[in-house]
């Protein structure tokens, strides 16, 4: 067989060489193109077509390396990109920074913040009043209540108490914090 299955593949014959040797009982016959067409359509079935003809049928170890190139999943049978996961999952976000009616949370795997995008953060000071929210510094927005308008107001966000927010687009919407339903 042509191929090791490791990714190296093997030609059953030397063409080259047999083309050099220049005596008649070296020529390239059809006898050995025919074998050499066969190894090669087998080979092709023994390895993973890049248009999708064969499919994985086991575990493949990808080792140290990883995908890089992967499209963004569009149905539930889809693999998944770890960004597609980041912005449609609850993300922690640590304790946040900032003071008086601001909060700051830098998370180290969400790059971008879209509409849905939920964070679970721990306030490092309590609220006092209308506040805002600057997540990886792309600038403050607003933190407004459940109804998604009205601005958040004192001990809504309390200090060492978990508060969990989602991105609607426009404001951060606080679905929970403090010691008050929201």
Sequence with gaps: MGWNGSGSITLLYDFGSDRDAGSPDNI???DKMDAMFADV???TELTLNRNGEN????NISWGSFRITTLGAATAATDAIRA???AENAVQYGGTTAGSGNTYTATMTFL???ATGTRLLLKANHTST?????NVNAAGAVAIVRF??????????IVSGVFFEVAYDGTSWVLLYGGTTIV
């Design 55 to 58: 499919v994985i049928a086991a």
């Design 111 to 113: 790059t971008t913040v």
């Design 41 to 43: 359509a087998n080979t």
């Design 129 to 133: 009043g209308a506040a805002t929210l």
């Design 28 to 30: 390239i016959s059809a």
């Design 83 to 85: 960004r597609q996961v």
């Design 147 to 156: 109804d998604g308008t009205t601005a958040i107001t004192a001990n809504d």
